[in-house]
């Protein structure tokens, strides 16, 4: 298959500095007119992405799958879901990809499978103390018939993180583990089956000429030897970004397995990259993934979690420099993803919302979508003036904010269910795309179908509305990454400015950046050349909740 070009000189490979933009395929765009995307939707909207200016996409899961978690449930690791499409049309995908200079990033997701997995369903059929139920997590239960479950461990989703099978012969039996959802049981990573099988997994997409991986829960496949109760704290991060020493999370074992993965993909040309998914309570631990001879990259959760504070902020990048400077690593930068509330509606949140809660109609501390919009285009301008690699989630170049009036019958996510309507969950960031204003669908595709319930005042974000804008949030981000990649700002240092405390200030080179996040307008001094602005405005003063890079005479 087609690859990019070779592997660089180590410290300047193409993973260091990249903008890499996510894709949620069911969400991108539509070729098939089902109401899902799919990868031929991929293909045809490559050259938005080159006009964009990314270096390379990660799609998020498009593998065989019941989809009772969007994909993230896979039963065959080796082969595309046919609601996405065919291996033929991941293979072109890739290729056109490359022809445009863009790589390629596939998630997988090693912590669990679906139930559907040909491994489960041979664990069921084998029973007790069988190699087939050694591949994950069984125990016998506790109490005087094993009735309860071996700990008091609870879902990420809600619930019991533990479901009970019925043996062969028809009688309850043994207990199996699942973080997420009962339809995703746990592999036991102590197991050299298990990770025989995932070094194939990653051959087979790495010989097809994937660039690299995202890797899915990072920090849960390891858990703490004897499995000990353990209860989190109250409104603790579901994913267990703010807490120390929680048995399924962060555990040492983990580093093994990425160290043996860096080695396969190190058989290959081209620089090829594992970033992880790792919600870890501080940087400094963070940065553990990305020592040498382990992951390449890792997400700077902390930084994304980060309110709109000044002092709050400058501490993060200041921290996550230090921390992932300290092991030779790359910061990464991100403030969206599918998992979390779009920024552009996250910033301006008023009341608490903990990871994976979600908003909807109920929602307390709804934001103001002005205020919104403001704060995530001045962060995402401040952003790409960090020296590193920094990651876009599809729809926020439009500047989307969250859709929370999603319809309660409408809503898909696994925590709605799990949590009986207590938690709204992801469903809100997963909408799909709106590409033309007045086409079916907003242009995600012919029909007009969509999975999720596109709001109507979205037209107003549709691409082709905001590239007629020069305004607009799309033509903010084409500017920033051009001027990114124009002056070199994926690499070297920055110099740190006290411009009042309500301001992040800092110098790359000769050039000036500064995000207002106070209350009050903020003097920027006489002569000043604006190269960037997060939203027009006239004269040297920058206003509340905007962004600027500029030089001075």
Not at 29 to 42: C, E, F, Q, T, W
Request: overall charge negative; some cysteine; aromatic content about 12%.
């Amino acid at each position: 298959m087609a690859q990019l070009e070779q592997s660089a000189a180590p410290g300047s490979e193409w993973w260091r500095t990249a903008v890499i933009y996510q894709i949620y395929p069911r969400s991108f765009a539509d070729a098939s007119g089902d109401g899902i995307g799919d990868l031929p939707g991929v293909t045809a909207r490559l050259d938005a992405l080159k006009e964009l200016g990314v270096d390379a996409i990660w799609l998020s899961p498009f593998m065989t799958s019941p989809q009772k978690d969007a994909g993230y449930d896979v039963a065959d690791y080796r082969d595309v879901d046919p609601l996405f499409g065919t291996l033929a049309d991941f293979d072109e995908m890739l290729a056109q990809a490359h022809a445009r200079g863009i790589r390629v990033i596939v998630d997988l997701v090693p912590n669990h499978s679906s139930d559907q997995h040909r491994w489960f369903q041979e664990a069921l059929k084998a029973g007790p103390g069988s190699k087939e139920r050694a591949r994950y997590v069984f125990r016998d239960g506790r109490g005087k018939n094993g009735e309860l479950p071996p700990n008091n461990w609870e879902s990420v989703f809600g619930g019991p993180m533990w479901d009970r099978v019925t043996e062969p012969d028809g009688t309850p039996g043994q207990w199996y583990l699942h973080i997420f959802d009962a339809t995703q049981p746990d592999f036991d990573w102590t197991n050299e089956e298990v990770k025989e099988e995932f070094r194939a997994v990653l051959r087979f997409w790495l010989d097809r000429g994937v660039d690299g991986f995202r890797v899915d829960v990072a920090h849960g496949m390891v858990k703490e030897a004897g499995l000990p109760d353990y209860a989190p704290v109250a409104d603790a991060d579901s994913m267990g970004g703010g807490e120390e020493n929680v048995p399924y999370w962060g555990q040492d074992g983990v580093h093994d397995i990425y160290r043996d993965w860096h080695q396969v993909l190190a058989e290959y040309d081209g620089d090829r990259a594992l970033c992880g998914e790792a919600w870890l309570p501080t940087l400094e631990k963070t940065a553990l993934w990305v020592r040498p001879g382990e992951m390449h990259q890792t997400f700077n959760f902390p930084y994304l979690m980060t309110p709109w504070d000044a002092d709050a902020l400058r501490d993060v990048i200041r921290r996550s420099l230090d921390a992932f400077g300290g092991v030779g690593a790359p910061s990464t930068w991100v403030l969206s993803n599918h998992d979390v509330v779009r920024h552009a509606s996250r910033l301006a949140l008023t009341a608490d919302n903990p990871q994976g809660e979600g908003i909807g109609p109920k929602s307390k501390g709804k934001p103001d979508p002005v205020v919104g919009l403001a704060r995530a285009r001045a962060a995402t301008t401040l952003m790409l003036a960090l020296p590193g690699s920094a990651y876009l989630y599809q729809g926020e170049e439009l500047g989307l904010p969250e859709a929370m009036e999603i319809p309660d019958e409408f809503r898909q996510d696994p925590t709605w269910f799990r949590t009986e309507g207590k938690r709204y969950g992801r469903d809100g960031c997963r909408v799909p795309l709106p590409w033309n204003a007045d086409a079916p669908a907003f242009g995600f595709n012919d029909t007009g179908a969509s999975w999720l319930p596109q709001p109507t005042e979205w037209a107003s974000y549709a691409r082709d509305a905001e590239e007629a804008d020069p305004a607009s949030t799309l033509n903010l981000y084409k500017a920033l990454i051009r001027l990114r990649r124009e002056h070199g700002f994926g690499t070297g240092s920055l110099v740190w400015e006290d411009r009042g405390a309500d301001a992040v200030a800092f110098r790359r080179g000769d050039i000036h950046v500064v995000a207002n996040l106070g209350a009050r307008p903020l003097e920027l001094g006489d002569r000043v050349e604006f190269i960037v602005q997060s939203r027009p405005f006239d004269g040297t003063t920058l206003p509340v909740d905007t962004a600027a890079w500029f030089r001075t005479a």
